[in-house]
């Protein structure tokens, strides 16, 4: 059964603070990752993608990847209260679908 | 920039009725994908089409079929509905590269009362 984990959270950090969601994965054959946004009843949007090992960053954003340890994490620097949402993390199959994890509820207080 | 169209948005059926919906995917994307999300839940594969065949089937069951048209929209036909079958049905697009990229489009909540 190939799976994603990760930690349901609630996960609240401060406004301005350092966000740390985390990804485990138990396929060594994953190949691409990638990490969506998920606001409560709208649909989840891309925020980065990654398909080798270290680290990928945009904007505010960066992704990390370690193959060895089968873990892929996202960073989120100056966390603003609109990061609040659930971060989902998935992986794609060789066919193209994604497996997700049942993801990350993130709260960014003021 | 174009992104990925469903319709309906809403819908509302009855036990054993049918539902039909729809996905028009992002131009030029040759790639779509039927994923399911029950409340609280993480969004289900149900099935792919490429280039208008059927690529990979997940956990969609017997009642549901689908298909993708010459133009690459897609629909997904739901029949005799069960009350279980309420979620959010999401359709996503992908340029059929091998990363794998989806967009995703506004999702269809379907309610089963």
């Known amino acids: 059964q190939k799976e994603v984990e990760q930690n349901s959270g609630p996960l609240s950090v401060p406004e301005g603070a350092i966000a740390s969601l985390n990804c485990t994965y138990s396929?060594?054959?994953?190949?691409?990752f990638f990490w969506y946004r998920q606001y409560s009843g709208k649909s989840p949007e891309l925020i980065m993608f990654?398909?080798?090992?270290g680290d990928k960053e945009d904007g505010r954003f960066t992704a990390q990847l370690n193959k060895a340890s089968q873990y892929v994490s996202l960073l989120i620097r100056d966390s603003q209260p609109s990061d609040s949402a659930t971060y989902l993390c998935?992986?794609?199959?060789?066919?193209?679908?994604?497996?997700f994890g049942k993801g990350t509820k993130l709260s960014v207080k003021p | 920039a174009a992104g990925v169209i469903q319709s309906p948005r809403h819908l509302i059926k009855e036990k054993r009725e049918t539902a039909t919906l729809k996905c028009y995917p992002i131009?030029?994307?040759?790639?779509v994908y039927w994923y399911q999300q029950g409340p609280g839940q993480d969004p289900q594969f149900l099935i792919s089409?490429?280039?208008?065949?059927?690529?990979d089937k997940g956990s969609i069951p017997d009642r549901f079929s689908a298909q993708q048209f010459s133009d690459y929209h897609s629909e997904l036909n739901m029949s005799s509905l069960e009350l279980g079958d309420s979620a959010l049905y999401f359709c996503?697009?992908?340029?059929?590269?091998?990363?794998?990229?989806?967009?995703f489009g506004p999702g269809t909540r379907l309610t089963v009362l």
């Open positions: 998935a992986w794609g199959g060789s066919q193209g679908n994604l497996i």
């Open positions: 396929d060594r054959g994953s190949q691409s």
């Open positions: 990654i398909y080798s090992n």
């Open positions: 131009p030029r994307h040759d790639t």
């Open positions: 089409f490429y280039e208008k065949m059927q690529s």
């Open positions: 996503a697009s992908s340029p059929g590269s091998s990363y794998n990229e989806q967009f």
